[in-house]
């Protein structure tokens, strides 16, 4: 029984000791004081949102595209290196013929990927609808459907090549295999945005955002802005037009908590009687 009391104290002394620290530790916090940037609230169409959209979405497209044709371009000298096509005085013996495809290839990996983030971004900034399916399958693909198209006839051309020896097929469909792979893992869109989830999220009133990032916020104390000290405001439509794409995910599930509670206290306040 001793002991039992004995274990009782030593872990409330233990309770009461991470609690001390806890309160020590959030005492320890200061809360930044936000300074607040009020941008334009006055009310647009969706039609002209979307105009919005696509006008800021137009340069990363232009140079993503670029990019992508750089890359092409890659590829074809890779090719050509590689089959012997074109050959310099550094190209006719290993390793330099051998350096001469593989550089190519990695150029053609560096504007593929950098091309990909770019249409991305692009697509966060004026998403496709989901109601066209095609299109929004299509628009959120296209870095990947490129990601083929910079490796697969490169990798075609190396294995069909008749004068190049085994060893050396094999090492560049692998370098090849695995550029694929890397170009479409990072191209692809884990997480796409549409069209209707950025208009159903662009009638708040008044939202929050930073200079940095793509998001807007509910809630001006919300966690991800504690390290931010000046903050813009104005509404989600305004902050979508400056280049915000998508609502906070700990706000949106932030106001769902609240919006249940609400309708519990509402429930808890209805009478009912019997007549």
Known sequence: ???????????????????????????GKKKIQHTYTQVGQETTTTEELLDATKKNALPCRIFAFVLWILAIGCEVMAI?????TVEFSFTTENPGWTISWAVSLGLDLVFVIIGSLLWKKGNHLDPAPKKNKARFWIQNNLGVIISVIAFAPFIIFALTDKKANKQSKIIAVVAAAIALVV??????????????????????????WTASGTVYHAYDDCGHLNNTVELFTGTSQTAIENGKTRLCKT????AAREAEITIDTSDKDVVTTKE
């Open 80 to 84: 050509l290196f590689f089959t012997h």
């Open 183 to 208: 170009a479409g893992l990072v191209s692809y869109d884990w997480n796409p945005l549409s069209q209707e989830e950025m208009l159903e999220n662009a009638h708040i009133d008044t939202v929050y």
């Open 1 to 27: 029984m001793a002991e039992k009391k004995k274990n009782s104290a030593a872990e409330d002394a233990a309770k009461k000791a991470l609690e001390a620290a806890a309160a020590k530790k959030a005492a």
């Open 251 to 254: 706000c949106e599930a932030r």
